[in-house]
């Protein structure tokens, strides 16, 4: 597996492709919707642009690693995961605001639901490929950082 | 853009015809647009069987090969194809309702193998077979989407 730190490599390249294609879909999407269709249905068209500028960032930022990619595509995922679940339950409850289909809408079902599935799997990603503090060696794996014991409290040394 | 439905891409015993009896004038456009449903049927066709050697490959722990990129190359050669014969549809008066949308999805799916052949070279691990087997289905699907656009 591959090194703490780097998000672009062995499972990192499935995830990658995988944001990069939804990232050229939303996009192109996007793109002839507003060019074409502005005026039938703005806020939906308007969240496929957002849609797809979420997926470019971290279509990229998941690609390059780095502490400050990592930042970035922690960021752009979270937000990816409230977009999907808000977009998704605003267009089950509410449908009429959604007169035309986002990304997002019904949380992803056009797409075979993966727009819901894929922000779970990018946090963990991030999560599992976590830098860590030198003194364990990440042989481990997956399993979770030892947590130092309740019983040594900084403030009982003294 | 809008011509009439005619014979282009229609499958033989598909939908009926919208508008009237199949004209019989145009054969030149007639037999080239009999070949789109084929030509997307072998691609899909092609898609689906790289996709299942890549999954094999995923399952024995094993990093794509040169010959799996020598068939995605063929199925990108069908694309290619593919494209000409729709662009000759095209210019010939059988456009699609919405060419914009049939062009965008053409030309992205020519995209999406090479991106998982780049990958093969980079990752020399199972997850190259993950990522080609992906890159092959996305490509299926993408050409079921022109089959419906074409038809839309």
Known sequence: ??????????????????????????????????????????????????????????????????????????????????????????????????????????????????????????????????????????AAGGSPAPVTSAHDTPEDVA | MLSPAGPGGLPPGGRPPRRGPIPSGRSAAGTLGGVVLPLVLVVVAACVALAAWATVFVVRDRAVVLRQLWGAAVVEGLMLVQCVVLAVLGLGGTAPTDPVLLWGYLVTALFVLPVAALWAFAERTRWSSVVLAVAALTVAFLEWRVWQIWNA
Request: with cysteine; proline share 8%.
């Open chain 1, 1 to 138: 597996m591959s090194a703490p730190g780097t998000t672009g490599s062995g499972f990192g390249r499935v995830l990658v492709v995988v944001y990069g294609i939804f990232a050229v879909a939303a996009t192109a999407r996007a793109a002839v919707q507003l060019l074409r269709d502005w005026h039938e249905a703005p806020l939906a068209y308007a969240l496929s642009a957002f849609a797809a500028l979420v997926y470019v960032v971290a279509t990229v930022a998941l690609a390059r690693g780095g502490p400050v990619a990592r930042v970035v595509a922690w960021c752009a995922v979270g937000v990816e995961l409230v977009g999907v679940l808000a977009v998704g339950t605003l267009s089950v409850l509410d449908p009429a605001a959604f007169p035309r289909a986002t990304v997002w809408s019904g949380f992803g079902q056009g797409y075979g639901y993966v727009p819901l599935v894929l922000p779970f799997v990018g946090l963990w990603w991030l999560w599992r490929t976590r830098p860590r503090p030198d003194a364990a060696p990440p």
